[in-house]
């Protein structure tokens, strides 16, 4: 296991919704929305994570 890649992918995931936002607007065309030299089962865990992660704090309820 490389802790690395995990990382990685969990940094590229946090920020692949910035990057997919600017994508779509013509920017940063030399920043990847994901990294094909690091996919991996590591990587793919961590991205995921990450891309997952702003959702997470949405579901959980509030208290009363």
Partial sequence: ME?????WGFWN????WIV????AFGG???FPFYDLARSGNW???GFL????S???????GRGR
């Fill in 3 to 7: 802790w690395t890649d995990v990382f």
């Fill in 28 to 30: 940063w065309s030399e």
């Fill in 20 to 23: 997919l936002i600017v994508h």
């Fill in 54 to 60: 702003p959702f997470l704090g949405a579901t959980r």
């Fill in 13 to 16: 995931g946090i920020t692949a």
């Fill in 49 to 52: 994570l990450g891309a997952g």
């Fill in 43 to 45: 990587y793919d865990f």
